[in-house]
């Protein structure tokens, strides 16, 4: 039995925390695949077990070449995550165009695929957060990194290929190991950061009168979390389709501010700030993952609540880099 297992973005965030919960799980028949540049993104990989690392362009030529053997699944987290990209064409080849390619070679090869999509692809919020197939069509990104995921979805919807595979919808992932991703980063991680250094934490004004300042609501969800449902879809090639990842529980940035706060063990203190004007439109003000689908594969573990994971990444990991 081939026993390789490919994890692409494996040197960033979430991708960074699927390699150590798979040596967790004793694997470490691993090829990382990122493309790690002049950044600190390779600290990242410090302490992990891993048998190869391969640069993106690399692995892809690889990929289109069919030089590939004895890989057993490709987790797919590789991706430009950046909202804030004008690059439609780039974001199009890097987001749709390479994941079609590994699903094609996984496909071909019968290796198991799991790929990231995201919770952007559900744009404004108005349609809902249902992961239902016949949902999938109707949704409308609010910009072109939603879009490009989307754009997979639809493909591998409307080609019959979901059933093959299994794509998560991540929603607001916050936790260790973000630290190179600079504006993208959680806002825990940017609040940790204005607490240590002013005392206070900065959020965005509410722009809609039925929300309070602080009180526009997320899908917050911890990492390890995001890593123990990914691993599930792996190690259950039985299950496939395209699923939610969050708590299925909105709280709000005021909720997540007074968590950090806590963590340091200081007073809540929070200032409000204008929104820029290229954001106001393309503003979520509620996000929540509807989770029934993933239930209904036997995903029964519980979630981490927003103050018990915003204690753990403070205090475990943040405050220690800080020493």
Avoid at 163 to 183: I, Q, R, S, T
Avoid at 191 to 215: H, M
Avoid at 222 to 238: I, R, S
Avoid at 279 to 291: E, I, P, S, V, W
Wanted: charged share 25%; hydrophobic share 35%.
């Amino acid at each position: 039995m081939s026993r390789k297992i490919i994890v692409t973005g494996g040197a960033g965030f979430i991708g960074r925390n699927i390699v150590a919960g798979l040596n967790e799980r004793g694997e470490d028949q691993i090829v990382v695949v990122d493309e790690l540049g002049t950044s600190e993104k390779w600290k990242n990989l410090v302490g992990l077990r891993y048998e190869d690392y391969l640069d993106k362009d690399e692995f892809r030529a690889l990929i289109r070449q069919d030089r590939l053997d004895g890989v057993r699944a490709i987790l797919h987290m590789g991706a430009c995550s950046a909202t804030t990209e004008r690059d439609a064409a780039y974001l199009a080849d890097n987001n749709y165009r390479t994941t079609r390619e590994l699903c094609e070679w996984c496909l071909t090869h019968a290796a198991r695929f799991v790929y990231a999509s995201s919770a952007a692809t559900y744009g404004d919020g108005s349609l809902g957060y249902s992961d239902e197939d016949q949902v999938t069509p109707t949704l409308r990104p609010l910009n072109m990194y939603g879009y490009s995921k989307h754009m997979f979805d639809l493909w591998a919807l409307q080609k019959g290929l979901l059933g093959m595979m299994a794509g998560l919808k991540y929603f607001n992932v916050y936790g260790p190991y973000e630290d190179h991703k600079g504006d993208m980063r959680s806002v825990v991680h940017k609040a940790y950061e204005q607490i240590r250094d002013t005392g206070e934490v900065r959020l965005f004004k509410s722009y809609k009168p039925e929300y309070q300042d602080g009180e526009q609501v997320r899908d917050f969800v911890y990492v390890k979390d995001a890593v123990a449902l990914t691993l599930h879809f792996l190690e259950h090639p039985e299950v496939s389709g395209l699923f939610n990842c969050g708590t299925g529980q909105a709280r709000s940035w005021n909720d997540l501010a007074h968590a950090v706060f806590a963590a340091m063990g200081r007073e809540p203190n929070i200032h409000y700030i204008d929104m820029p004007a290229e954001l106001q439109g393309k503003y979520q003000y509620f996000t929540q993952a509807d989770m029934a689908k993933a239930k209904r594969t036997g995903y029964d573990t519980p979630f981490t609540s927003l103050e018990d994971g915003v204690k753990d990444y403070v205090q475990e990991y943040l405050s220690k880099q800080s020493d």
